[in-house]
């Protein structure tokens, strides 16, 4: 999907008609001295075809199969990727009530055990499940049989119906639901995309997402799939309102106490040890933590005692969810209807970034309508920091990374002649090479590894501003965006980025850029002078400010970009500076006038003296500057003394 971020500048004019250009990479076969060949992808930005695509009207208060019949099928066809475009159309559902056999693989546990609630003679497949477990259920006399697993746990289903002489890929359809989380997880959870290759020998099979990605994989060309794109004819767009702060904590404690009066809150954040700042600083009791099992202990551990693993009714009033549940998963309103808060933290980690175009939709689509209203929620709030300073790789860059590690890989692969504890070691480095990352479990190149790094990209060259993400929620075509930026001269997450620096250029970097905006805006009126001085008195508190506001001061910021942050550089154009002013304000009309008026004509003083008083006038003028015996020459004509008991000068006459 290298097209995908082809100029970054453009990124949030990508528009959802280009999301199905399928590319094809071309696959060059590297000879191993092992027995395992290695299929490297050449990420070429030329090569690319175009899916089919047919468009399928919805009506509102629809569901997905209406739309379907309207281009002639009953139930989801073959060989398609099917984007929903709304979420909750009943995809899944559909699945799970058509007259065939079954195998759904869904993102997460908690959507199989939300469905499984609700089904009868639905067969849940993740962790826990037995092998036992999926033989009884595959012996049932029943009409259709319904499976639905985990990407990690459908090996378990193969390997159940290979004893039972059972041909899955015949007489079962596979839909993968929620497909855009193969390319977004896979960098994290490798076992994301086990299932694909089993997946395009299915002879029915199908992708669904309301939000699917591009996909490079190379089956979707040869096997001639199409693209469904539900298209609805009515106004579905969501309110949104995107904050984006320099100051989190602040800005999340007021968005909060906005919402003091909601009975039910639902806070979606990525991150558990942010999760358990924000209860612990707001003083939050009445919450809920959804997350991961392995998340659920270590919360536990921390104090936090409401955390669970799958969706617990009835919601508190603060929920906190964090990625496992920003898809698929169907969450009953109660009594009331929530307010939701996505939250995006940089000064945490990277992975709070939200993606516009996939995960915000998925995290509003969450919650279930009841009856008619298809509002679910009563707002929807964005809350963000920005940097800057985010390096995003172009597709040149990526596509030369990923020949590196190839190559990287390929050296080591090819020593030959060593010893025993030689080859170790060199497994031992293989193991911990990037390349690792981009293979399968076959050995092969992954595409959707590929298409990771690509996306990756994407997302994070939105929060490299403040109008790019505003841009890129726009063009998803699915928010109406209130945009708020609240920025502040020096934020908070300004502050605490500055105390938490360590390495000391740094330090300067972001002073000098803190001083430099102070600066900019006192100059626009955008704040006092009075607030001007408390910003610079609270940077003060940092060891390095009084050293760069004085270089500042004088030599400017390019002075200062220039010598690369460096002191010891930026002590040498001090050094120069100070030589120029000394010598400009030696000679300047005041300092003249007065060391006129403080030496007296035709009497000899002595040197030392002339010394000191010339030194005085210098302080008292500002004047950084090595007073010698010999500098009154500088101002007057005299006549020395050299008398072995006191050297004397007698003035002459002023020379100015």
Not at 261 to 287: A, H, M, P, R
Request: glycine share 4%.
């Amino acid at each position: 999907m290298g097209a995908y971020v082809r100029d970054r500048l453009l990124l949030h004019q990508i528009q959802w008609r280009y999301f199905f250009q399928v590319r094809t990479y071309k696959v060059k076969i590297f000879r191993k001295t092992t027995a395992m060949n290695k299929s490297v992808i050449d990420c070429n930005p030329k090569n690319k075809s175009v899916m089919e695509k047919i468009r399928a009207i919805l009506h509102k208060g629809e569901w997905l199969l209406d739309a379907l019949k309207r281009v002639g099928y009953n139930m989801i066809p073959t060989n398609t990727i099917l984007n929903k475009t709304l979420t909750g159309l009943g995809a899944t559902h559909s699945e799970i009530h058509s007259k065939r056999n079954s195998i759904i693989i869904e993102p997460n546990v908690p959507v199989i055990l939300g469905k499984l609630n609700d089904n009868e003679n639905l067969e849940a497949v993740y962790e826990k499940c037995t092998p036992h477990n999926i033989n009884k259920y595959l012996k049932m006399d029943i009409p259709y049989k319904k499976i639905m697993t985990t990407p990690e746990s459908f090996h378990k289903i193969r390997e159940a119906a290979q004893k039972l002489n059972i041909n899955i890929y015949k007489e079962y359809f596979c839909l993968f639901d929620e497909c855009e989380k193969l390319t977004q997880d896979v960098d994290y959870r490798r076992k994301i995309s086990q299932p694909i290759y089993d997946f395009f020998q299915f002879e029915q099979k199908a992708f669904v997402s309301a939000t699917p990605l591009k996909m490079s994989h190379s089956e979707f060309e040869r096997q001639n799939f199409q693209l469904i794109q539900i298209v609805p004819n009515y106004d579905y767009k969501k309110n949104l309102e995107l904050v984006v702060t320099n100051s989190y904590y602040k800005r999340v404690r007021i968005v909060l106490d906005n919402l003091k009066d909601s009975k039910n809150i639902c806070i979606f954040f990525n991150v558990t040890e942010g999760i358990v700042d924000l209860i612990d600083n707001l003083g939050i009791n009445d919450y809920k933590v959804f997350c991961s099992q392995q998340s659920v202990n270590k919360l536990k551990k921390r104090g936090i005692i409401n955390a669970y693993s799958q969706i617990n009714y009835p919601l508190a009033k603060y929920n906190f969810f964090t990625c496992r549940f920003y898809s698929a998963l169907d969450i009953r309103i109660g009594k009331y209807k929530p307010d939701i808060l996505v939250l995006t933290d940089l000064r945490t980690a990277q992975w709070t970034m939200i993606d516009p175009y996939t995960e915000a939709i998925q995290i509003q689509g969450r919650f279930r309508k009841k009856g008619n209203d298809d509002v679910t929620y009563n707002s929807f709030t964005h809350i963000t920091t920005i940097d800057a300073n985010i390096h995003v790789r172009s597709d040149e860059e990526i596509k030369n990374r990923i020949e590196q590690f190839i190559t990287n890989y390929n050296l080591l692969n090819g020593q030959k002649g060593m010893n025993e504890f030689k080859k170790k070691a060199i497994l031992e480095d293989m193991k911990n090479l990037k390349y690792q990352d981009l293979i399968d479990e076959r050995g092969n190149i992954n595409p959707f590894s590929i298409d990771n790094l690509y996306n990756e990209e994407r997302v994070r060259a939105y929060y490299q501003s403040a109008d790019k993400l505003y841009q890129a929620y726009l063009s998803t075509s699915f928010f109406n965006v209130t945009y708020n930026e609240v920025i502040e001269c020096v934020g908070e997450d300004d502050i605490e980025k500055l105390k938490n620096t360590r390495i000391a250029i740094e330090q300067r970097k972001q002073l000098l850029n803190l001083i430099v905006r102070s600066e900019e805006w006192f100059k626009n009126g955008k704040i006092t002078f009075e607030e001007r001085e408390l910003i610079l008195n609270q940077l003060r508190k940092q060891p390095e400010c009084d050293y760069i506001l004085t270089a500042y001061n004088k030599i400017g910021k390019d002075a200062i970009v220039s010598a690369e942050y460096k002191k010891s550089l930026i002590d040498k154009k001090l050094n120069e500076y100070d030589k120029v002013q000394a010598k400009q304000l030696r000679f300047s009309f005041e300092v003249l006038e007065a060391i006129k008026a403080e030496f007296p004509l035709g009497i000899y003083l002595s040197k030392e003296e002339i010394k000191q008083r010339l030194q005085l006038i210098f302080q008292e003028n500002g004047i950084i500057f090595k007073v010698t015996q010999e500098t009154i020459k500088d101002y007057y004509d005299c006549t020395v003394s050299n008398s072995m008991e006191k050297p004397s000068f007698k003035l002459n006459f002023f020379k100015y």
